[in-house]
């Protein structure tokens, strides 16, 4: 009897504690969803039944007028921000409150995951690495490197060139991911990977390696989120151990020999060495990148507050491997639905190829960085792609100081909330809001056009976040994906074929945006006689 009234003491004791979190919200006076036990509202994606696009989407919905309410991710109280004054508030205007992401594994587990730029704390040191890495993505630099990503891009078009089939059929995710890797490769570390005759290298592997959402995955998330201390305890790293080990070895060796050898590269990876030195400036000349989805540079990007003794090789190496596992996956990401896109919407695709072909008469062959970047209709169809859909489906802040937000009717008050507060902006439910773009799940690129865009409210297109700690490598993302379109679409239709899912169905089991059973596209020859 006595064990039978101590486990239900402590099954009362835990489900009191539980029901305390599950009241935070309503303790604060801020509307919040009715949340489930230990899973809150967002711990149902374990059960893989919808996609994490679509359940964000729901909770976007569930208060149509609030600017912001609670939600539980599993047992973290988290406040969903749909006000875009708030958005902006937090990202930008009050970023020395709001200077980190959550936190997803702490330093001294997987120094390499940690310690990167995306995910390791505000403070002195994260605005140094900011001052050392600004200045290797602007457009003045990504000019330089522009003929190794010009290599890549043929590489692929040759690739399928070869192919004696009237229409190839291909998963897309796939096709990109060997082109991102080969970019990646040869930009940042240095790598000729030419995955497309040679699928089996050992980059691409790693890479799929890196990026592949098992479901053990989604538990170290998990654990990360609700049990750090046994996490830290335990030494369970987010990254596969043999992954970190990897690229933690070929940059050490690419850095010795660079060294040894006094090479000079047109890279990443030199680009960081020089930094390091103080040798590279924030300077970025080139007034023609007039992209939309381009994330200004902040001033703390543009004066260097660094000191090479503070940048160790291993601060090197997780930059390196952040720029990896962030653009591996989004750029191919973006590609994949482009092309989605641009075979069902034939139209679209035409007017796009009028203006390719164009530029590569011009050019006499392949288009130049100058010429690429200031066609008009190819930035508008890729903005537009990012909107409806962006990679990175939300994004966050951390609070790193007690705030209050002010109430804006009369009958509301002020509402404080504490040092901790992680704040959740739904990217993608903004941008498929009718209220900032009508008709928004149709594909029509003009919407940005020069006359259309000064119509379009500010805040509500957040493809690569906002303000300080908005994607760094914009730039060269959007350089990366403009550029193999245009080789593709110099040659080849991008056509549906009968595996082609229409419309799509996003992808259940994944935390990022993907196609349920893949997306099937096919690519035409084009006959220009």
Not at 21 to 35: A, D, E, S, T
Not at 91 to 111: G, I, R, Y
Not at 248 to 261: D, H, W
Not at 478 to 488: M, P, Q
Request: hydrophobic share 40%; proline share 6%.
């Amino acid at each position: 009897m006595l064990y039978v009234a101590a486990i239900l003491l402590l099954l009362i004791y835990i489900m009191n504690k539980i029901q305390n979190i599950n009241n935070y919200w309503k303790r604060k006076g801020v509307k919040q969803l009715p949340p489930l036990p230990l899973l809150g509202n967002t711990g149902t994606t374990l059960f893989q039944k919808t996609s994490p696009v679509d359940l964000w989407h729901r909770i976007y919905n569930s208060f149509p007028n609030e600017r912001y309410f609670g939600v539980y991710q599993f047992t973290t109280p988290t406040l969903l921000i749909k006000d875009l004054n708030l958005i902006k508030r937090i990202t930008v205007k009050d970023f020395d409150t709001f200077p980190e992401h959550a936190s997803v594994v702490p330093e001294d587990a997987d120094p390499f995951f940690a310690r990167n730029i995306l995910f390791m704390k505000g403070g002195q040191k994260w605005q140094r690495l900011k001052s050392l890495l600004s200045p290797a993505f602007t457009s003045y630099k990504l000019k330089t490197m522009y003929p190794l990503m010009v290599s890549c891009a043929e590489q692929l078009v040759r690739h399928y060139e070869m192919s004696s089939d009237d229409v190839i059929t291909l998963e897309m995710k796939e096709t990109f991911s060997k082109y991102a890797s080969d970019i990646i490769g040869t930009t940042a570390f240095g790598l000729e990977c030419n995955t497309f005759s040679n699928p089996d290298n050992i980059f691409y592997k790693m890479g799929q390696d890196s990026i592949a959402m098992r479901f053990s995955s989604l538990l170290k998330i998990i654990g990360y989120g609700a049990i750090p201390a046994v996490m830290k305890f335990l030494g369970i790293a987010f990254l596969p151990r043999h992954v970190s080990d990897f690229f933690r070895k070929i940059v050490l060796e690419a850095m010795q020999q660079r060294a040894k050898q006094d090479l000079q590269r047109p890279d990443v990876l030199n680009l960081l060495l020089e930094a390091r030195k103080g040798r590279l400036k924030y300077e970025d000349v080139d007034e023609t990148d007039t992209s939309f989805a381009t994330v200004q540079e902040s001033e703390l990007g543009k004066v260097q507050k660094f000191k090479s003794s503070d940048i160790s090789d291993d601060d090197l190496i997780a930059q390196a491997v952040i720029f990896f596992l962030a653009g591996f996956d989004t750029s191919s990401t973006a590609l994949t639905f482009a092309a989605y896109e641009l075979a069902i919407n034939p139209d679209v695709q035409r007017r796009l190829q009028e203006e390719v072909d164009a530029a590569v008469e011009d050019c006499g062959g392949f288009v130049t960085y100058d010429t690429l970047i200031s066609m008009s209709y190819m930035d508008l169809v890729v903005t537009e792609t990012l909107r409806m859909w962006p990679p990175l489906t939300f994004t966050d802040r951390r609070a790193v100081k007690p705030f209050t937000i002010e109430p804006e009717e009369s009958d509301q008050g002020t509402v404080c909330f504490d040092s901790g507060t992680i704040c959740v902006i739904p990217v993608h439910a903004i941008h498929m809001d009718q209220r900032y773009y009508p008709n928004p799940k149709k594909f029509d690129p003009d919407r940005f056009s020069a006359v259309n865009k000064q119509t379009l409210t500010p805040f509500a297109y957040l493809p690569f976040g906002a303000g300080p700690k908005g994607c760094i490598g914009t730039r060269f993302a959007l350089l990366e994906v403009k550029l193999v379109l245009c080789a593709i679409l110099n040659k080849f239709d991008i056509i549906p074929v009968p595996e082609t899912k229409i419309p799509v169905v996003t992808k259940r089991r994944s935390l990022f945006l993907g196609a349920e059973g893949g997306m099937w596209l096919g690519l035409k020859k084009r006959d220009k006689l």
